[in-house]
């Protein structure tokens, strides 16, 4: 019996839950459709919210541009109307005239008289602004030119003119005396020019002449690097010892180039005699033959120049008519020792 009613009541209870589920259902299907309305209609709202977000940028932006357009608008007509009165004040200062009296009188109704440079009978012509502008430019750039009135002109132009004859005068005498310079130079060059070949066909020879003394069997010459112009020309040395082929003087050993500028300068001192001369160790790097010959060479030379030779070498000592020499005493200080040497001998 228990069962039964549990039964029966579990039946009930069934059916109840049965039909709630059926009311569920029903709510659940309302519920879904009105949420789906409502997401329907918040798509529509948002949809029409930006159509109108667009229009209302649209007018913000037509809005702006009004408001520039205004603005300019009211910043171009402060500026025609500054012009205006640029214009006004210039046309008093300039012309002095009212702006009523220069629209009447030269305004665009009326003529334009023909140019200056304009035939006799050229006519009046109707106003042109292109071209009239071109006009009033020319003439602004001529009056430009023109510059202001100096009433001190004529006095200005008699003394510029006085400045420009005494600056004439000057140039023709600078031009006068340049050309007396450029004789001068000339003469000097021409001078110098006979005087170097006479100079340099003296030292060759002699050069030739003491070569084959001190190198016997060589040979040696100076030669001129550019002969067509004595003003600028080198002198270039060649020498050939006896026994060798060589004639640069790079090539040869110290003594015997030392010997050749000895022989270079000799042949200087010869070709060009001079009261006395000072040699300093000349025959320092030659062997005794070399100073033997370059010592008879100097005894030439004192025949008729009076020599000053500082040396080292007991053979040229010997040759000397007079020696002095530089000795240090004990006590430090130098002291001068000289000796006659041929008085000695002839006493």
Known sequence: ERRRRQARTAAAVLAGARAALERIEVSLRAAVAEREAAQ??????????????????????QLEKLVNAAHGSEVARAEQRLRLEQLTERAMEELGLEVD????EYGPDQPVPPPPDAPEDAV????????????????????????????????EYAALEERHAFLTSQLEDLKKTRRD?????????????????EAFADTAR???RIFARLFPGGEGRLVLTDPDDMLTTGVEVEARPPGKKVKRLSLLSG????????????AVFKARPSPFYVLDEVEAALDDTNTQRLLS???????????????????????????????????????????????????
Do not use: C, W
Not at 184 to 197: G, H, I, L, S, Y
């Open 40 to 61: 329907q209609a918040k798509a529509d709202r948002e949809a029409e919210l930006k159509v109108v977000r667009a229009q209302v940028r649209e007018l913000s932006a």
């Open 101 to 104: 009296v220069l629209i009447a």
């Open 124 to 155: 009046p012509r109707p106003y042109d602004r292109a071209e009239q502008e071109k006009r009033a430019k020319n003439a602004e750039r001529q009056l430009a030119q023109l510059g202001k009135v100096n009433p001190l002109a004529l006095e």
């Open 181 to 197: 310079l450029l004789t001068v130079v000339k003469e000097v060059d021409d001078r110098v020019q006979r005087v170097f070949a």
């Open 206 to 208: 002699e050069f030739e």
């Open 255 to 266: 003594g015997e180039r030392s010997l050749v500028a000895i022989a270079l300068l000799v």
């Open 297 to 347: 060479i100097l005894e030439e030379l004192r025949e008729s120049s009076q020599l000053i030779i500082i040396t080292h070498q007991k053979r040229t000592m010997e040759g000397a008519d007079a020696l002095y020499g530089i000795t240090m005493r004990g006590d430090g200080v130098s002291q001068v020792v000289s000796q006659r040497i041929r008085r000695r001998e002839s006493a």
